[in-house]
């Protein structure tokens, strides 16, 4: 199980990116896939995640600016961005697990068992 993380950038505030999670060695339809963030000093918490039956689920920090999708067919899990603020600034990791989520927007990493590298959101004030 192998998940690859790409998109992160630098964008000032107010700005949109879009996260791509390649994921290698599992079907995503089994899998719950989740975006989790850790700033500089911070623990790290959850954002988005998205459940194997499509289901998606946001922390109230990034509710309605975030949006997370998955396409099957690509392997490929996504987090659209909008409105980005500089607390927003972390380094962004995609994580899954197999099986059904319980938790709705209750996200934490301990949830996850499979983690792929971060890549670095940077938002400018």
């Known amino acids: 199980v192998q998940l690859q993380a790409s998109g992160g950038g630098f964008v000032q505030t107010g700005g949109s990116l879009r996260l791509s999670c390649s994921v290698f060695?599992?079907?995503?339809?089994?899998?719950?896939i989740g975006w989790l963030r850790q700033s500089p000093g911070k623990e790290r918490e959850g954002a988005s995640v998205?459940?194997?039956?499509?289901?998606?689920y946001h922390a109230d920090s990034v509710k309605g600016r975030f949006t997370i999708s998955s396409d099957s067919a690509k392997s490929a899990v996504y987090l659209q961005m909008n409105n980005l603020k500089p607390e927003d600034t972390a380094t962004y990791y995609c994580?899954?697990?197999?099986?059904?989520?319980?938790?709705?927007?209750?996200?934490?990493?301990?949830?996850?068992?499979?983690w792929g590298q971060g890549t670095l959101v940077t938002v400018s004030s």
């Open positions: 994580a899954s697990k197999s099986g059904t989520y319980y938790y709705a927007d209750y996200i934490l990493p301990e949830m996850f068992d499979f």
């Open positions: 060695g599992f079907n995503i339809d089994d899998y719950f």
């Open positions: 998205i459940t194997k039956e499509g289901v998606a």
